[in-house]
């Protein structure tokens, strides 16, 4: 990186950096953000995190390494909000910001989903600096069929997305999948739109060592059930219910263990009561564990131990599961749409499962590709060891010199 230190705000109106992946609204976007965050600061620069207090323990400032500091506002209540409720805090978490930035100025702010870039756009514009704008998830189109217990976008959202694609300075795609929703839904500005490729922790997601998995070996070489593992918030849009469908569609006999971690977002319980209900009445209370949301560590041991990683995700601008499971040596199983298909090389480090005709939601077909998956160890042993030198041609440090790069070019202009 450049030796020249830049100061950058990040803004996180919804999810705290601080918050467990797979808890609250925290997903894949909390990952990429203080991955990104730590890499800039260990290369120098002075980073800041801003987000909304949801808790009044939490301090006004904490710093989580040198040059990397993380700033509650208080906007709205101290306690959790249904992700909904969020824009009716967007403008005060706006003027809190604008405050903020002029006590400790910044060279750029980068909002992270659309809440953050409608609440920051009037910040950025008083203090006569740049606003980078990334999504992670686009909304659907108006007349797109919800999923059973999905909420429908707020207009609120539609516009907001159309609105930053049009005022922001830059736009960070982090796939070309994601880049072209841009500019097909959104409209966007083909040179304000840069791609930004994730990467991922090789080191803490690494496939199994041989005296770690011993125990796992023996347990299938003497008839155990091979794993079957799926990562997220338990939220309609990651398709766990067509997991519980998919693995029940095979026989009993031959059934994997399907490992489901994830907790639901504030407003998901019925969702997640579904799904109990769903493993119940397929009779599969004792080969199905729900683990809940797990620290990152734990996470990645459950990842290296699992025969299959299965992605289902209606839509995912990347898919950073499937990153981390092909850095564990593990293939992947995922829909074929989106992002997914730059995580996944169908064929060599997983398969991916065609969306027309209705076949990306039939539980017969996934069932199908699992069982044949699970049948072929010597298929499965090459896509884990290509999968995980696919991964090892990313890392976050390189992630964040693109970013920079970005970053510079457009305080350039």
């Known amino acids: 990186m450049q030796s020249s230190p830049l100061r950058v705000g990040f803004v996180m109106l919804h999810t705290s950096p ?45 710093e989580l390494r040198p040059g990397l500091t993380v700033v509650h506002l208080d906007a709205g209540p101290a306690r959790l909000l249904a992700k909904g409720e969020h824009e009716g805090v967007m403008e005060q978490f706006g003027a809190l910001l604008d405050a903020e930035l002029q006590r400790s100025p910044v060279d750029l702010l980068h909002a992270e989903h659309w ?16 606003l980078v704008q990334s999504y992670h998830s686009i909304a659907a189109p108006p007349e797109s069929p919800l ?53 991922v922790d090789t080191e803490l997601f690494h496939p199994c060592a041989t005296q770690e998995c011993a125990e796992d070996r ?43 971690v994830g907790a639901p977002p504030p407003d998901g319980d019925d969702y997640v009561r579904a799904l109990h209900e769903a493993v119940a009445q397929h009779g599969m209370l004792c080969t199905t564990a729900f683990d809940g ?9 459950r990842i290296r131990r699992a025969g299959i ?12 599961v499937a990153l981390e499971a092909a850095a564990s040596g593990v293939p992947v199983i995922a829909r074929d749409a989106g992002g997914l298909r730059e995580a996944v090389i169908d064929g060599e480090t997983g398969i991916l499962i065609p969306v027309e005709p209705g ?3 039939d539980p017969r077909v996934w069932a199908e590709t699992i069982e044949r998956l699970l049948d072929d160890a010597e298929l499965r042993e090459r896509m ?23 970053y510079r070019e457009l305080l350039a202009r």
């Open 218 to 260: 023996d347990w299938l070489s003497s008839g155990g059930r091979p794993e079957v593992i799926v990562v997220g918030r338990l939220h309609p849009l990651k398709g766990f219910d067509l997991v519980i469908d998919a693995v029940a569609a095979i026989d009993p006999d031959r059934r994997p263990m399907l490992r489901v």
């Open 359 to 361: 076949a990306g939601d």
């Open 115 to 130: 809440f953050s870039g409608i609440a920051a756009l009037p910040a950025a514009k008083s203090a006569a600096i740049p």
């Open 147 to 199: 999923g059973e217990g999905e909420r429908p976008e707020s207009p609120g959202r539609l516009a907001g997305e159309r609105r930053l694609a049009h005022e922001v300075d830059l736009v960070i795609a982090v796939s070309e999948a994601e880049r072209r929703t841009v500019m097909e839904r959104l409209d966007g500005v083909d040179d304000r739109v840069r791609v930004v490729p994730l990467g």
């Open 18 to 62: 601080l918050d467990v992946p797979g808890t609250k609204d925290a997903g894949g976007m909390n990952v990429v953000v203080r991955a990104q965050a730590d890499a800039l600061a260990r290369a120098g620069h002075d980073v800041t995190i801003f987000t909304r207090r949801s808790d009044p323990a939490l301090p006004h400032r904490s």
């Open 384 to 406: 884990g060891a290509t999968a995980r030198e696919h991964a090892l041609r990313r890392s976050w440090d390189a992630s964040a010199e693109r970013l920079l790069e970005v």
């Open 293 to 301: 949301a797990l620290r990152r560590r734990d996470l990645a041991e």
């Open 309 to 320: 990683m299965l992605v289902p995700s209606h839509s995912e601008t990347f898919g950073l």
